[in-house]
């Protein structure tokens, strides 16, 4: 991230430590990921060791160190989901796009991520595909919204 | 918008201008926009009402509305059209232009879009829809007749009076008192007494008179998700709470205000900071709250996806920056809790019910439910809950019902009995920590007390319903998973007690479990349960306590008979094909991952079992039922 950019989003918490957690969230916002050479300069500006700025980006699930894929593909897996048959979908998608949970494709397209539920039980089992959802998956509906993803991977 | 206002008079007259100003007849297209029917594709619903409206040449004649949910989440995007009332479900793009030519214009009913029950009834209004008419919809009832980004609408129906009754004629204690009085117990989980715990962080010593009025909005519970919905379809009646809670407890003071909300619920947040900016635009957040000596605003602070941050200790560490770990209780929040000043934290369901409490009054809201509050909060469980009912049942979607409600007129009058007609097999309650209660309780009146005498809790009103193809081990195992990846670490009970039962649990699933595996399970639960700091593990042996209760056999068949009765356990199991029903049509041999089925057309066909990995795709793409587990 430039400098300039990251600047912005500090004044925005008022460059405040207290803050930290939402200045994670706004850099990995802009950027997909944490990268570490950011975090470093976050650690001089508002005088906060790294250790600490680890501990909070370890301990949430909302963060991630390593770069993301340009799709991210979210697999609901509520108790709601769990008993319709999400841990089914997890394994397809693993299957199809030779990746696991919480993790990404070599070639940086996809990462597949498993979130704990986003209230939309209605509609389980569901799928996050950067950002849209997609209700009531079966094995057949899934292939058809993984489709073109596939095509892009060739 | 309107400008800043002065004084509570000054908020009563504007209501009844903006009642008076609002025609009963209005022709109104209300399109639930709550995150169910979203995803289902309501914003491009509303965005072809919008230009069919233009269209038809209808603007000043017709409004368009977007609503928070409806809570009939299994039949979205819903619409409703007034003042007729007309219900329509499942609509389409296509259905767009017809509603608006026949429904709107000519008033005519179109049959095909309304809900139809099991035996084809068709029903044209929403209090008739049984999913509707068996519930008590007092926190919800607004859910679908306002506008959330729209302050004037809930003016419209009486919002901020409560909060303006307080300012004119009540004694922050006598606001105390009623909530006390009301019975009202917090909606996040334990069901403590909302009015005990105001009253002690009131009494509590403030150096400086600050006291934290925070609203817990974290909704970690999966399966629940009746916190999000008040937030997105009426967050004044939230913040109206808030604010009178923080009169009631902070006054003369300084009190301050946090919602503590989920990343995953953008929609919330958005909804949640739109009216926080329209209500300080109005004076109703801020200096002088409508004249009077009150100031106070609310922040949003969101959380990054970690489930012990709904732990009140946990949360209030998180809005410091601090990692979210629990600390020992032996010094409670309300004296020593956010920068370790007096902090009062209540649920969003909790803060929702307190405007309803001193609007209509003590006496209406204990008319309510269960027990008897008059001299012990403790003695019942008071007003209504909305719970989630998910899972295989008919009719998922959020269901407000008196507390004291059973099981049955829940699960089979609102939900409308389970999926595809199969048999119920148990209802989980109360998130990872609560329990699985079997059919023979199917009659308990749900409230806070009977859930937990039958070994389960109320949490936070989700209620997961199973039937015969749910695995009682995979469950249990299922939460036991959960809560080793959320536990924080800091006891050593919880992290590496919680990872053992993982070890055990899966061995019992993989048909590797031995004699002795269930006494194992059992005391390494009480021990975590004995010596954890936190509630996530005092109470995370829950799910399987209950389960071994209920359901032990089925855990015994696992590891004796290496079967899984409900098909699920993918080492018990094997698929194959009903070589009677296969009419070789090729499809699952074309799909299946490992091409392990073969056959000719028109022949049966058969499957590799060597091969078969045990994906389920080819029962899933066969039409004929002809793909069976066993
Ligand atoms: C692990 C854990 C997670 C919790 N998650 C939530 C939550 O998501 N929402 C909530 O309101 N309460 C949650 N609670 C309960 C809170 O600690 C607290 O009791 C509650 O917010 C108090 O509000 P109430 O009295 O209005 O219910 C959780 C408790 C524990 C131990
Ligand atoms: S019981 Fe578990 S979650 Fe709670 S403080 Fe201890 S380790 Fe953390
Ligand atoms: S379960 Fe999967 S691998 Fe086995 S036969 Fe069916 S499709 Fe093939
Ligand atoms: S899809 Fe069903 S009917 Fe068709 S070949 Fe396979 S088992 Fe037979």
């Known amino acids: 991230m430039d400098d300039a950019k990251l600047n912005v989003i500090l004044d925005r918490h008022d460059r405040d430590p207290s803050a930290l957690l939402a200045i994670l969230m706004d850099i990995q916002k802009e950027e997909n990921y944490l990268p570490r050479e950011d975090l470093g300069r976050v650690s001089e500006r508002i005088g906060v060791p790294m250790s600490r700025i680890y501990s909070l980006a370890t301990f949430f699930s909302a963060f991630s160190l390593k770069p993301r894929g340009k799709h991210i593909c979210t697999v609901c897996m509520g108790t709601a989901c769990h008993v319709r048959g999400a841990p089914k979908l997890v394994e397809q998608i693993g299957r199809d796009f030779d990746v696991k949970a919480g993790e990404t494709t070599a070639d940086m397209k996809l990462t597949l991520e498993t979130v704990n539920c986003v209230g939309a039980c209605a509609l389980g089992p569901l799928v996050i595909l950067d950002g849209e959802y997609h209700g009531n998956i079966t094995p057949t509906k899934l292939e058809r919204v993984m489709k073109n993803l596939k095509k892009e991977q060739g | ?630």
Not at chain 2, 154 to 163: E, P, S, V
Not at chain 2, 376 to 390: D, E, H, M, Q, Y
Not at chain 2, 400 to 406: I, S
Not at chain 2, 537 to 556: D, H, I, V
């Open chain 2, 1 to 630: 918008m309107a400008k800043r206002l002065q004084s509570t008079k000054e908020l009563l007259s504007l209501q009844e201008k903006i009642g008076a100003s609002r025609d009963p007849e209005q022709k109104v297209v209300s399109v639930c926009a709550g995150t169910g029917c979203c995803a289902y594709g309501a914003k491009k619903l509303a965005e072809a009402f919008a230009s069919s409206i233009e269209g038809h040449g209808l603007e000043g004649e017709v409004a368009l509305r977007l609503t928070g949910c409806h809570g009939f989440c299994e039949r979205g995007p819903l619409v409703v059209i007034h003042p007729e009332g007309t219900f329509y479900q499942r609509v389409q793009l296509d259905d767009v232009d017809e509603i608006i030519e026949k429904s709107v214009q000519a008033g005519e009913v179109i049959e095909r879009l309304l809900y139809a029950d099991a035996g084809g009834k068709t029903y044209e209004h929403e209090k008739d829809v049984p999913f509707y008419k068996n519930q008590q919809r007092i926190l919800l009832a607004n859910n679908g007749l306002i506008d959330p980004t729209r302050i004037e609408d809930y003016l419209a129906i009486g919002g901020y009076r409560a909060l303006a009754k307080v300012l004119d004629e009540m004694e922050p204690e006598e606001v105390c008192a009623a909530v006390k009085a009301s019975g009202l117990r917090g909606r996040g989980g334990g069901g403590f007494p909302a009015g005990v715990k105001w009253e002690s962080c009131r009494a509590a010593h403030s150096p400086d008179g600050v006291r934290y009025v925070i609203c817990n909005a974290d909704e970690g519970d999966p399966g629940a998700f009746m916190d999000r919905s008040l937030m997105e379809g009426n967050p004044h009646l939230v913040i109206e709470g808030m604010i009178i809670g923080a009169y009631a407890i902070g006054m003369p003071g300084k009190p301050k205000g946090y919602v503590y909300i989920r990343n995953e619920y953008p929609l919330a947040v958005e909804r949640l900071g739109i009216a926080l900016e329209q209500a300080r635009e109005m004076g109703l957040l801020g200096e002088k709250i409508l004249g009077s000596e009150l100031d106070f605003d609310i922040r949003i602070n969101k959380g990054g996806g970690a489930f012990v941050c709904g732990e009140s200790t946990a949360l209030m560490a998180s809005i410091e920056g601090e990692v979210g770990e629990p600390r020992a209780k032996h010094i409670h929040t309300v004296e020593s809790g956010l920068h370790d000043l007096p902090t009062n934290l209540n649920n969003v369901e909790t803060w929702a019910n307190v405007p309803l409490i001193i609007d209509r009054g003590v006496d209406w809201f204990t008319s309510i439910g269960t027990g008897d509050v008059s001299d012990n909060p403790w003695g019942g469980s008071k007003g209504t809950k909305i719970f989630a009912l998910v899972g295989k049942v008919n009719n998922t979607g959020l269901v407000e019902v008196p507390m004291g409600a059973t099981l049955r007129h829940i699960i089979y009058e609102i939900g409308g009995g389970i999926i595809g007609g199969k048999k119920f097999k148990a209802v989980q309650t109360g998130g990872p920590s609560g329990g699985c209660i079997p059919e023979e309780k199917l009659d308990l009146e749900v409230d806070f007390d009977r859930l937990t005498e039958v070994g389960s809790m109320m949490g936070s009103g989700g209620m997961i319903v199973m039937d015969e193809s749910t695995c009682m081990v995979d469950i249990a195992g299922y939460f036991l998973h959960f809560l080793a990846d959320e536990s924080c670490g800091k006891c050593v009970t919880c992290r590496e007690g919680l990872k053992q039962l993982c070890i055990i649990i899966d061995r019992i699933r993989e048909g590797k479990g031995r004699e002795g595996d269930l006494t194992l399970l059992q005391d390494l639960g009480e021990t975590i349960a004995e010596a954890s700091l936190c509630a996530l593990g005092q109470t995370a042996p829950n799910p399987l306590r209950s389960t071994l209760k209920y359901f032990r056999e089925e855990y015994e068949e696992h590891i004796r008979n290496k079967k899984c009765r409900a098909g699920v356990c993918k080492a018990l199991i094997r698929y194959s094909i009903d070589a009677e029903k296969c009419t070789g049509c090729l499809i699952c041999a074309r799909k299946c991952p490992q091409e392990c089925i073969s056959g000719e057309k028109k022949k049966p066909h058969v499957i590799d079992q060597d091969k078969c990995i045990k994906c389920g795709v080819c029962m899933d793409v066969c039409k004929y039922d002809a793909v069976c587990v066993e």
